[in-house]
């Protein structure tokens, strides 16, 4: 199809094309960056879950000295 100034357009589309492959690598630099963002958000919840787990099934010590002498002093 002719256009009357005698453009065909086929620049315009190889632009076009350019400008899409220059988007489509974009998007998979920000795949690869987000899929490392994921990586380290679960390795923290994982390591979170952990000291959970562990601070639960550690015995508490108390750090007051004071029941202890509260006992002495009733015995």
């Known amino acids: 199809m002719a256009v009357p100034n005698g453009n065909t357009g086929i620049p315009d589309l190889a632009q076009a094309f350019k400008?899409?492959?220059?988007?489509?690598q974009t998007a998979d630099a920000m795949e690869k960056h987000l899929s490392a963002v994921?990586?380290?958000?679960?390795?923290?919840?994982?390591?979170?879950?952990?000291?959970?787990?562990?601070?639960k099934t550690k015995p508490v010590q108390s750090t007051d000295s004071s029941s202890s002498t509260e006992e002495k002093d009733t015995a």
């Not at 400008?19 to 489509?24: N, V, Y």
């Not at 994921?38 to 000291?51: F, S, T, V």
């Open 38 to 55: 994921e990586r380290k958000i679960n390795q923290l919840l994982a390591k979170a879950e952990q000291d959970e787990q562990s601070l």
């Open 19 to 24: 400008d899409l492959e220059r988007g489509e």
